[in-house]
């Protein structure tokens, strides 16, 4: 092949990967600017159409009806933060009517020893060995809390009024229980903001999951619940009606959480609006009106723990959830639907337009002519810039008014940081999805945690 040839594949290549990105960028900038525009739209009517003092955690009424709280949180392999975490929530949660249900393994005794010396000092928590070596999954273990609490309430006669969801690592805010002890009474599902920790050893990759939390906690639950598509729940910060959870458990053969799933929390709140149920997202100040009542944790730190987490995500929500879950529902939950499995799509697009830009700067360098774009691609890579600059924009405010100016400057560059992640984490995800279907099983692919020395209870 001559020389003239190779010039010309290249700047063939780079165009058409080019114009394949800059379609797909402008799907989905489309759909992030209607988002937007809906939140803008509610936003602006409830500040200066509804005019009410917004609740904080101090102001929410006082139940009707008073009950337990079951807290369920799985273990495994979690005894160099599980003690901490426990210590942390007792004391937060103080004399409430609630238990703490953690989930442990018989082959993981140091878990094990850890859980039964704070039970040995506490009625308020319940160590329940699981049944079966681990690590199983996340939902096996969840479903043996579910069995400890159903053998409970008979041995109490006591019926629990709500279960909810934590994680080992998970820093818990005071008055959590308060706002679901309340609100459960009118929804059957509550989910509170989930704010990721930063991290000052992991700036760039730990920081981008807060850089995405600030955004989506912010904003697209918010418009999930404007539009009336089901919630998905996070699998922390999340409180379930005692009457929701029997349902999803007796389509099930008496298990509310789904082993079979890579991702049951996010399916869990998708049955429950199946079922009929009504969900909230709720985004309160503390007491004094001071910070956010919200779950606080470290995320992954390093790109590999990063990359499988997010693997796990997009192959239990985008493919595994497809699979499992369909397209059920009106026009506003398909379209929640598309944007939760459009991930492996996006991270190919992602891949082609920086594969573009190296071609065409490979082009420019060697002094290759560019192959010429037509007026109206041209139209379009304009459309996408002034998108991109919007994006940047959103991200940028949502960041700031969760973390500050300085965070919020540092989550442009990291928007590419988190591109990179996410395309290396869907080819691992469709290889997870593909292993799944040929093995006919799911694998808890747990990361490692760590828990802070010190949290404001803000």
Known sequence: METGDISWLTSLAARELLLFAAAGFLIGGLDELAVDLIWICRTTRRRWFMRHRRACAATIAPPRQPGRIAVFIPAWDEATVIGAMLRTTLSRFGDGDFRLYVGCYPNDPATTGVVAALAAQSTLLRLVVCGRPGPTTKADCLNHLWRALLADEAKDGVRAKAIVLHDAEDVVHSAELRIFDRLIERRDLIQLPVLPMLDPRSRWIAGHYADAFAEAHSKTMVVREAVGAALPSAGVGCAFSRRAMDWVAAANHGRPFDERSLTEDYELGLRIHEAGGRAAFVRLPGIGRRGTVAVREHFPGTLDAAVRQKARWMAGIALNGWDRLGWRGGLAERWMRLRDRRAPLAAVVLAAGYAALLLWGLCLALGIRPLPIGPGWRLVLAVN??????????????????????????????????????????????????????DGMVRWEKTDHHFPQLVPDE
């Open 385 to 438: 810039v002034a998108m991109l600059g919007w994006r940047m924009a959103a991200r940028f405010a949502f960041v700031r008014l969760a973390y500050g100016w300085a965070e919020a400057a540092r989550a442009m560059p990291r928007m590419i940081v988190g591109n990179i992640i996410d395309m290396i984490a869907a080819r691992r995800a469709v290889r997870d999805y593909l292993r799944a279907r040929r």
